[in-house]
Protein backbone atom coordinates (compact mmCIF):
# COMPACT_ATOMS: atom_id res chain seq x y z
CA UNK A 1 0.00 0.00 0.00
CA UNK A 2 1.41 3.30 -1.21
CA UNK A 3 2.15 5.59 1.60
CA UNK A 4 1.42 9.42 0.98
CA UNK A 5 2.18 10.96 3.33
CA UNK A 6 5.84 10.00 2.66
CA UNK A 7 5.28 10.57 -1.02
CA UNK A 8 5.04 14.29 -0.10
CA UNK A 9 6.86 14.56 2.81
CA UNK A 10 9.49 17.03 1.19
CA UNK A 11 7.54 18.48 -1.86
CA UNK A 12 7.56 21.84 -0.59
CA UNK A 13 11.32 22.08 0.84
CA UNK A 14 12.12 20.75 -3.43
CA UNK A 15 9.54 23.65 -4.23
CA UNK A 16 11.80 26.28 -2.82
CA UNK A 17 15.01 24.83 -3.58
CA UNK A 18 13.59 24.39 -7.53
CA UNK A 19 12.29 28.17 -7.43
CA UNK A 20 15.94 29.69 -5.88
CA UNK A 21 17.62 28.07 -8.77
CA UNK A 22 15.10 29.18 -11.36
CA UNK A 23 15.48 32.74 -10.48
CA UNK A 24 19.20 32.33 -10.44
CA UNK A 25 19.66 30.63 -14.03
CA UNK A 26 16.85 32.08 -15.60
CA UNK A 27 16.08 28.44 -16.63
CA UNK A 28 12.53 27.44 -16.87
CA UNK A 29 10.89 25.90 -14.16
CA UNK A 30 10.25 22.63 -15.91
CA UNK A 31 13.78 21.84 -16.97
CA UNK A 32 14.76 23.18 -13.34
CA UNK A 33 12.47 19.66 -12.34
CA UNK A 34 13.89 17.26 -14.64
CA UNK A 35 17.53 18.42 -14.26
CA UNK A 36 17.57 18.39 -10.50
CA UNK A 37 16.01 14.69 -10.66
CA UNK A 38 13.28 16.11 -7.97
CA UNK A 39 10.50 14.03 -6.71
CA UNK A 40 7.66 12.71 -8.62
CA UNK A 41 4.86 15.11 -6.98
CA UNK A 42 7.71 18.18 -7.16
CA UNK A 43 8.12 17.63 -11.07
CA UNK A 44 4.21 17.29 -11.24
CA UNK A 45 3.78 20.79 -9.83
CA UNK A 46 6.49 23.08 -11.18
CA UNK A 47 5.83 21.88 -14.93
CA UNK A 48 1.93 22.64 -13.98
CA UNK A 49 2.62 26.19 -12.64
CA UNK A 50 3.16 28.09 -15.71
CA UNK A 51 1.32 30.92 -16.92
CA UNK A 52 -1.79 31.16 -15.89
CA UNK A 53 -0.95 31.74 -12.20
CA UNK A 54 1.96 31.55 -9.49
CA UNK A 55 2.94 28.69 -6.86
CA UNK A 56 3.17 32.23 -4.81
CA UNK A 57 -0.30 32.67 -4.26
CA UNK A 58 -1.98 29.87 -2.08
CA UNK A 59 -5.06 30.02 -3.45
CA UNK A 60 -4.11 29.19 -6.97
CA UNK A 61 -1.15 26.94 -5.61
CA UNK A 62 -4.48 25.19 -3.74
CA UNK A 63 -6.08 23.95 -6.95
CA UNK A 64 -2.98 21.82 -7.99
CA UNK A 65 -4.06 18.47 -6.21
CA UNK A 66 -0.29 17.60 -5.62
CA UNK A 67 0.23 20.86 -4.27
CA UNK A 68 -3.06 20.41 -1.56
CA UNK A 69 -1.38 16.68 -0.83
CA UNK A 70 1.99 18.67 -0.69
CA UNK A 71 0.50 21.37 1.91
CA UNK A 72 -1.04 18.61 4.05
CA UNK A 73 1.72 16.34 4.09
CA UNK A 74 3.92 19.68 5.70
CA UNK A 75 1.22 20.96 7.49
CA UNK A 76 1.46 17.71 9.50
CA UNK A 77 4.51 17.43 9.85
CA UNK A 78 4.35 20.73 12.06
CA UNK A 79 4.30 18.63 14.91
CA UNK A 80 3.72 20.12 18.52
CA UNK A 81 5.26 23.73 16.85
CA UNK A 82 1.79 24.98 15.84
CA UNK A 83 -0.78 24.52 18.59
CA UNK A 84 -3.50 26.03 16.26
CA UNK A 85 -2.79 23.15 13.59
CA UNK A 86 -1.95 20.34 16.37
CA UNK A 87 -5.84 20.55 17.26
CA UNK A 88 -6.74 21.09 14.22
CA UNK A 89 -5.18 18.08 13.07
CA UNK A 90 -6.06 16.03 16.13
CA UNK A 91 -9.79 16.19 15.23
CA UNK A 92 -10.20 19.03 18.68
CA UNK A 93 -11.30 21.36 16.23
CA UNK A 94 -14.30 21.41 14.51
CA UNK A 95 -12.92 21.53 10.68
CA UNK A 96 -15.71 23.50 8.55
CA UNK A 97 -14.87 24.83 4.81
CA UNK A 98 -13.28 28.48 4.03
CA UNK A 99 -15.25 31.11 2.70
CA UNK A 100 -18.71 28.46 2.93
CA UNK A 101 -22.07 29.28 5.49
CA UNK A 102 -21.62 27.72 9.08
CA UNK A 103 -23.11 27.49 12.21
CA UNK A 104 -22.52 26.40 15.86
CA UNK A 105 -25.17 23.71 17.19
CA UNK A 106 -25.47 25.73 20.93
CA UNK A 107 -28.52 23.40 21.67
CA UNK A 108 -29.14 19.52 21.29
CA UNK A 109 -32.48 18.06 19.72
CA UNK A 110 -33.71 15.97 22.83
CA UNK A 111 -35.83 13.13 22.08
CA UNK A 112 -37.59 10.49 23.91
CA UNK A 113 -39.66 7.14 23.91
CA UNK A 114 -42.90 7.93 24.99
CA UNK A 115 -45.89 5.40 24.72
CA UNK A 116 -48.53 5.59 22.37
CA UNK A 117 -51.01 8.64 22.38
CA UNK A 118 -48.87 10.89 24.71
CA UNK A 119 -46.99 14.09 23.18
CA UNK A 120 -43.95 14.06 22.10
CA UNK A 121 -41.50 16.53 23.56
CA UNK A 122 -39.46 18.71 21.60
CA UNK A 123 -36.42 20.75 21.62
CA UNK A 124 -35.16 23.94 19.97
CA UNK A 125 -31.84 23.83 18.25
CA UNK A 126 -30.28 27.06 17.87
CA UNK A 127 -28.01 27.70 14.94
CA UNK A 128 -25.37 30.87 14.87
CA UNK A 129 -22.84 31.68 12.77
CA UNK A 130 -21.55 32.68 9.34
CA UNK A 131 -18.90 32.69 6.28
CA UNK A 132 -15.83 31.51 7.77
CA UNK A 133 -13.62 33.90 6.01
CA UNK A 134 -10.12 32.95 4.68
CA UNK A 135 -7.35 34.50 6.31
CA UNK A 136 -3.87 34.49 4.56
CA UNK A 137 -0.83 34.10 7.23
CA UNK A 138 3.02 34.92 5.94
CA UNK A 139 6.09 32.91 7.13
CA UNK A 140 9.49 34.53 5.78
CA UNK A 141 12.86 33.36 6.41
CA UNK A 142 16.06 34.51 4.67
CA UNK A 143 18.44 31.77 4.62
CA UNK A 144 22.23 31.11 2.85
CA UNK A 145 21.70 30.91 -1.25
CA UNK A 146 24.47 27.72 -0.76
CA UNK A 147 22.41 26.00 2.06
CA UNK A 148 18.67 26.34 -0.20
CA UNK A 149 20.58 24.97 -3.09
CA UNK A 150 22.95 22.41 -1.42
CA UNK A 151 20.91 19.00 -2.11
CA UNK A 152 22.36 16.75 0.68
CA UNK A 153 20.27 15.46 3.74
CA UNK A 154 21.71 17.25 5.77
CA UNK A 155 20.80 20.97 4.16
CA UNK A 156 17.26 19.55 3.21
CA UNK A 157 16.41 18.59 6.66
CA UNK A 158 17.57 22.28 8.13
CA UNK A 159 15.88 24.21 5.38
CA UNK A 160 13.17 21.93 6.32
CA UNK A 161 13.04 22.46 9.82
CA UNK A 162 13.33 26.20 9.45
CA UNK A 163 9.90 26.44 7.23
CA UNK A 164 8.31 24.36 9.66
CA UNK A 165 9.47 27.07 12.74
CA UNK A 166 8.18 29.61 10.54
CA UNK A 167 4.89 28.47 9.66
CA UNK A 168 3.51 27.43 12.75
CA UNK A 169 4.72 30.69 14.34
CA UNK A 170 2.97 32.59 11.52
CA UNK A 171 -0.76 30.12 12.23
CA UNK A 172 -0.43 30.78 15.07
CA UNK A 173 -0.19 34.19 15.07
CA UNK A 174 -3.10 34.86 13.11
CA UNK A 175 -5.10 32.54 14.58
CA UNK A 176 -5.27 33.01 18.31
CA UNK A 177 -5.04 36.78 17.27
CA UNK A 178 -8.38 36.11 15.86
CA UNK A 179 -9.85 34.16 18.59
CA UNK A 180 -8.63 36.12 21.31
CA UNK A 181 -10.31 39.36 19.43
CA UNK A 182 -13.78 37.40 19.13
CA UNK A 183 -13.88 36.33 22.94
CA UNK A 184 -15.89 37.64 25.12
CA UNK A 185 -15.38 35.89 28.45
CA UNK A 186 -11.84 37.45 29.66
CA UNK A 187 -10.64 37.43 33.25
CA UNK A 188 -7.75 39.02 34.78
CA UNK A 189 -5.47 36.28 36.51
CA UNK A 190 -5.23 36.00 40.67
CA UNK A 191 -2.97 34.35 42.66
CA UNK A 192 -5.25 31.21 43.45
CA UNK A 193 -4.63 29.13 40.02
CA UNK A 194 -7.23 26.47 41.12
CA UNK A 195 -9.96 29.57 41.15
CA UNK A 196 -8.80 30.82 38.51
CA UNK A 197 -8.78 27.32 36.26
CA UNK A 198 -11.98 26.65 37.81
CA UNK A 199 -13.26 30.11 36.55
CA UNK A 200 -12.07 29.62 32.92
CA UNK A 201 -14.01 25.67 33.19
CA UNK A 202 -17.02 26.74 34.43
CA UNK A 203 -17.63 29.25 31.43
CA UNK A 204 -16.85 27.06 28.59
CA UNK A 205 -17.08 23.71 29.78
CA UNK A 206 -21.08 22.69 28.42
CA UNK A 207 -20.31 18.60 29.78
CA UNK A 208 -21.24 18.49 26.01
CA UNK A 209 -17.94 19.56 23.64
CA UNK A 210 -14.31 18.47 23.15
CA UNK A 211 -12.32 20.95 25.74
CA UNK A 212 -8.42 22.10 25.06
CA UNK A 213 -5.95 24.59 26.56
CA UNK A 214 -3.82 27.31 24.66
CA UNK A 215 -1.00 28.56 27.37
CA UNK A 216 1.78 31.38 26.45
CA UNK A 217 4.99 29.86 26.94
CA UNK A 218 5.62 31.61 30.53
CA UNK A 219 2.06 30.01 31.33
CA UNK A 220 3.05 26.67 30.22
CA UNK A 221 6.66 26.18 32.21
CA UNK A 222 4.61 27.64 35.72
CA UNK A 223 1.70 24.85 34.79
CA UNK A 224 4.17 21.87 34.41
CA UNK A 225 5.98 23.00 37.35
CA UNK A 226 2.60 23.38 39.13
CA UNK A 227 2.89 20.52 42.17
CA UNK A 228 -0.77 19.47 42.15
CA UNK A 229 -1.87 16.36 42.47
CA UNK A 230 -4.92 17.20 39.69
CA UNK A 231 -2.33 16.89 36.33
CA UNK A 232 0.66 17.91 35.16
CA UNK A 233 1.85 19.11 31.58
CA UNK A 234 4.39 19.47 29.34
CA UNK A 235 5.88 23.12 29.18
CA UNK A 236 6.18 22.70 24.89
CA UNK A 237 4.23 21.11 22.49
CA UNK A 238 0.79 19.19 23.06
CA UNK A 239 0.56 17.12 26.46
CA UNK A 240 -2.66 16.48 28.46
CA UNK A 241 -3.36 19.45 31.65
CA UNK A 242 -7.12 17.83 33.93
CA UNK A 243 -7.17 15.05 31.66
CA UNK A 244 -7.37 17.87 28.37
CA UNK A 245 -5.15 18.25 25.56
CA UNK A 246 -2.98 21.33 26.61
CA UNK A 247 -0.86 23.06 24.07
CA UNK A 248 1.86 26.01 24.26
CA UNK A 249 1.94 28.82 21.73
CA UNK A 250 4.41 31.61 21.81
CA UNK A 251 2.04 33.54 19.53
CA UNK A 252 0.16 34.29 23.20
CA UNK A 253 1.50 37.13 24.95
CA UNK A 254 2.38 36.28 28.63
CA UNK A 255 0.57 35.67 31.17
CA UNK A 256 -2.55 34.26 28.85
CA UNK A 257 -4.14 31.13 28.71
CA UNK A 258 -6.69 29.88 26.60
CA UNK A 259 -9.46 27.26 27.64
CA UNK A 260 -11.82 26.20 24.32
CA UNK A 261 -14.16 23.80 23.25
CA UNK A 262 -13.53 22.47 19.98
CA UNK A 263 -17.26 22.05 19.03
CA UNK A 264 -17.42 25.39 18.96
CA UNK A 265 -14.40 26.68 17.54
CA UNK A 266 -14.30 26.40 13.91
CA UNK A 267 -11.41 26.46 11.37
CA UNK A 268 -9.75 25.12 8.36
CA UNK A 269 -5.96 25.14 6.85
CA UNK A 270 -6.62 25.54 3.47
CA UNK A 271 -3.47 25.17 1.27
CA UNK A 272 -0.11 26.81 1.21
CA UNK A 273 1.79 29.11 -1.15
CA UNK A 274 5.38 29.21 -2.16
CA UNK A 275 7.48 32.29 -3.45
CA UNK A 276 11.41 33.08 -3.09
CA UNK A 277 13.50 36.57 -3.64
CA UNK A 278 17.14 37.25 -4.12
CA UNK A 279 16.78 40.77 -4.47
CA UNK A 280 14.73 42.00 -1.52
CA UNK A 281 15.92 44.65 0.86
CA UNK A 282 15.14 43.10 4.67
CA UNK A 283 14.58 44.72 8.12
CA UNK A 284 16.05 41.89 10.08
CA UNK A 285 13.76 42.80 13.26
CA UNK A 286 10.78 40.73 15.01
CA UNK A 287 9.18 43.69 15.17
CA UNK A 288 9.53 45.53 12.24
CA UNK A 289 9.33 49.35 12.40
CA UNK A 290 9.14 49.82 8.13
CA UNK A 291 5.49 49.60 7.59
CA UNK A 292 3.17 51.60 4.91
CA UNK A 293 1.43 53.56 8.07
CA UNK A 294 3.57 54.82 10.31
CA UNK A 295 6.80 54.18 8.56
CA UNK A 296 10.24 54.36 10.78
CA UNK A 297 13.83 54.76 8.69
CA UNK A 298 16.38 51.84 9.96
CA UNK A 299 19.29 49.81 8.95
CA UNK A 300 17.88 47.03 6.35
CA UNK A 301 20.13 44.35 4.53
CA UNK A 302 20.20 43.45 0.84
CA UNK A 303 19.90 40.22 0.05
CA UNK A 304 21.66 40.44 -3.60
CA UNK A 305 24.88 41.64 -1.43
CA UNK A 306 25.02 39.16 1.61
CA UNK A 307 23.99 36.42 -1.03
CA UNK A 308 21.02 35.40 1.04
CA UNK A 309 17.17 34.06 -0.40
CA UNK A 310 14.35 35.50 1.21
CA UNK A 311 11.31 32.31 1.36
CA UNK A 312 7.68 33.26 1.88
CA UNK A 313 5.45 30.59 2.66
CA UNK A 314 1.82 31.67 3.22
CA UNK A 315 -1.47 29.94 4.51
CA UNK A 316 -4.50 30.38 4.09
CA UNK A 317 -6.53 29.24 7.21
CA UNK A 318 -9.40 30.24 8.75
CA UNK A 319 -11.23 30.25 12.53
CA UNK A 320 -14.10 31.89 13.92
CA UNK A 321 -15.78 31.10 17.71
CA UNK A 322 -19.15 29.75 16.54
CA UNK A 323 -20.57 30.94 19.61
CA UNK A 324 -19.97 33.69 22.52
CA UNK A 325 -18.67 30.97 25.00
CA UNK A 326 -16.81 28.92 22.82
CA UNK A 327 -13.75 30.16 24.37
CA UNK A 328 -12.40 32.33 27.94
CA UNK A 329 -9.33 34.01 28.25
CA UNK A 330 -7.31 34.62 31.54
CA UNK A 331 -4.56 37.26 31.24
CA UNK A 332 -2.04 38.65 33.74
CA UNK A 333 -1.01 35.14 34.71
CA UNK A 334 1.90 35.26 37.21
CA UNK A 335 1.44 31.70 39.06
CA UNK A 336 3.91 30.59 41.51
CA UNK A 337 6.31 28.20 40.02
CA UNK A 338 5.54 26.05 42.72
CA UNK A 339 2.38 25.09 44.66
CA UNK A 340 1.88 22.53 47.55
CA UNK A 341 -1.00 19.72 46.04
Not at 58 to 63: L, S
Not at 131 to 146: F, K
Not at 152 to 178: C, H, M, Y
Request: hydrophobic fraction near 45%.
Amino acid sequence: MQNHQAEFAGTIQSLVRALVIAEKTGEPLSDVADRLRLPAPAQRILKAAVGAGSLGDPAWAGQLADMQAASSAFLQSLGGRSAFGALLDQGILTRAPLRSPVGAVSEGVVGAVNAEGQARPVSRMTLSGDVLAAQQADAIIVLSREVVENSSAASQAFVSRQLRRAVARALDVGALNTLITSATPTFAATDNHAADLKQLLDTVNSGEGRLAWVASPDVGNSIALLNDPRGTSSPEGLSEFLGLPFAVSPALTAGTLILLDGDRVLADIASLGVDTSRFASLQMNDEPTMDAITPTATAVVSLWQTNAVAVKVSALFGVAAGTDDALAVLTGIEWPPLVSG
